[in-house]
C-alpha cells in the first residue's frame, strides 16, 4: 500500500506564506508526476500545480509567481510553498502522486487525506 500525508496547513493573514508538505510511504518503486489540488469552500476540486519526476513544473494561472511546487525524490516528499497568500487561496489542499509499485506495474493516482491550506 501506498500513503500519503500532508502537513504544514493553517491559518495565516492575507499576504502571509506558508508551506505545505507530503510525505509518501509504502512499497515505492516509482514515482512519477506529484501534485497539489485544492478545493475551496462549495468549489470544485482544481490543480494547482504538478511537477515531474524531471523537475519540470506547471501551475494554475492564478498561483503563478506566489506558490512553488518542489520535491525531494529521495526523500519522497513533495512540497508547496505559498506566497502572497489570498482569502482566495482558502481550501483544503490534497497532495496526490502517481506511483508505481513494482517494475511492470502501471502507476496508479493516490491521494492524501488534505490539510486545510488556510482560513485567510
Known amino acids: 500500500q501506498v500513503q500519503l500525508v500532508e502537513s504544514g496547513g493553517g491559518l495565516v493573514q492575507p499576504g502571509g506564506s506558508l508551506r505545505l508538505s507530503c510525505a509518501a510511504s509504502?512499497?515505492?518503486?516509482?514515482?512519477?508526476?506529484m501534485r497539489w489540488y485544492r478545493q475551496g469552500p462549495g468549489k470544485q476540486r482544481e490543480l494547482v500545480a504538478r511537477i515531474n519526476d524531471d523537475g519540470s513544473t506547471n501551475y494554475l494561472n492564478s498561483v503563478k509567481g506566489r506558490f512553488t511546487i518542489s520535491r525531494d525524490n529521495a526523500k519522497k516528499m513533495v512540497y508547496l510553498q505559498m506566497n502572497s497568500l489570498k482569502p482566495e487561496d482558502t481550501a483544503v489542499y490534497y497532495c496526490?502522486?502517481?506511483?508505481?509499485?513494482?517494475?511492470?506495474?502501471?502507476?496508479?493516482?493516490?491521494w492524501g487525506q488534505g490539510t486545510q491550506g488556510t482560513d485567510s
Open positions: 496526490n502522486a502517481e506511483v508505481a509499485v513494482a517494475p511492470k506495474i502501471l502507476p496508479y493516482d493516490y
Open positions: 509504502g512499497s515505492i518503486f516509482r514515482i512519477n508526476v
